[in-house]
C-alpha cells in the first residue's frame, strides 16, 4: 500500500512562492509517475503538472506553464511543487498522486494512488 503526504501548503499574497512537498512510502516511488492536481471550491479537480519516474520529462497545464515547476527526488521518495508568482485563481486543496505503472497522464482517474491534499489559498 502506497502512502503519500502532501505538506508545504499555505497563505501565500499574490505574486509569492510556496513549495509543496509529497512524501511517499509504502512502494517503489523511483518506478513511479507521478502527479500534482488541484481542486478549488466549487469546481473539479484538475491536472496541474506530472513527471515521468526518471524525472527526464515533465508536464503541466497551461495555466501554470511557466510558474510552476515540478521536480522529483528519488533518493528521498519525493517529489515537490515549486509555485511561484501565485494568483488568487491557484487558490485550491493541491493533492499529490503516483501512477505505479509508471506511465505520466494528465487524467486523474489513471492514478492509483492520492494523498489527503494540502490547502494552498493566495490572497489578492
Known amino acids: 500500500q502506497v502512502q503519500l503526504v502532501e505538506s508545504g501548503g499555505g497563505l501565500v499574497q499574490a505574486g509569492g512562492s510556496l513549495r509543496l512537498s509529497c512524501a511517499a512510502s509504502?512502494?517503489?516511488?523511483?518506478?513511479?509517475?507521478m502527479g500534482w492536481f488541484r481542486q478549488a471550491p466549487g469546481k473539479e479537480r484538475e491536472f496541474v503538472a506530472a513527471i515521468t519516474w526518471s524525472g527526464g520529462s515533465t508536464y503541466y497545464a497551461d495555466s501554470v506553464k511557466g510558474r510552476f515547476t515540478i521536480s522529483r527526488d528519488n533518493a528521498k521518495n519525493t517529489v515537490y511543487l515549486q509555485m511561484n508568482s501565485l494568483k488568487p485563481e491557484d487558490t485550491a486543496v493541491y493533492y499529490c498522486?503516483?501512477?505505479?505503472?509508471?506511465?505520466?497522464?494528465?487524467?486523474?482517474?489513471?492514478?492509483?494512488?492520492w494523498g489527503q491534499g494540502t490547502q494552498v489559498t493566495v490572497s489578492s
Open positions: 509504502g512502494g517503489t516511488f523511483s518506478r513511479y509517475a
Open positions: 498522486a503516483a501512477e505505479i505503472s509508471g506511465w505520466v497522464s494528465k487524467l486523474g482517474y489513471e492514478y492509483d494512488y
